[in-house]
Nanobody, 118 residues
């Protein structure tokens, strides 16, 4: 079992920055990929960024050049640094993983609200 707890959301003005954190419980964090998703009101949940164990990163076009995903395996934590935030970045942000091979599942955190507003 993997439990995920996000933090770091809040209210920010356009052009501002936020760093989201997602802490994972359990063993094997360093060997599995982590994802950040977001869901805006009335829209489907969308993948924002992925980081593998290598680590390699991948970003949706909406966040390229503005968002950076990173991980600290010593802290079992993945981060999403968001810069130059736009109104359309307003959403609930979730971290997600399939977990290690011995506890494979579709794990989600509770989400953290990011609101970009002037």
């Amino acid at each position: 079992q993997v439990q995920l707890v996000e933090s770091g959301g809040g209210l920010v003005q356009p052009g501002g920055s936020l760093r989201l954190s997602c802490a994972a419980s359990g063993s094997g964090f360093s060997i599995y990929a982590m994802n950040w998703y977001r869901q805006a009101p009335g829209k489907q949940r969308e993948l924002v960024a992925t980081i593998t164990s290598a680590p390699r990163t991948n970003y949706a076009d909406s966040g390229k050049g503005r968002f950076t995903i990173s991980r600290d395996n010593a802290k079992n934590t993945v981060y999403l640094q968001m810069n130059s935030l736009k109104l359309e970045d307003t959403a609930v942000y979730y971290c997600n993983t399939l977990g290690p091979s011995w506890a494979r599942g579709d794990y989600w955190g509770q989400g953290t609200q990011v609101t970009v507003s002037s």
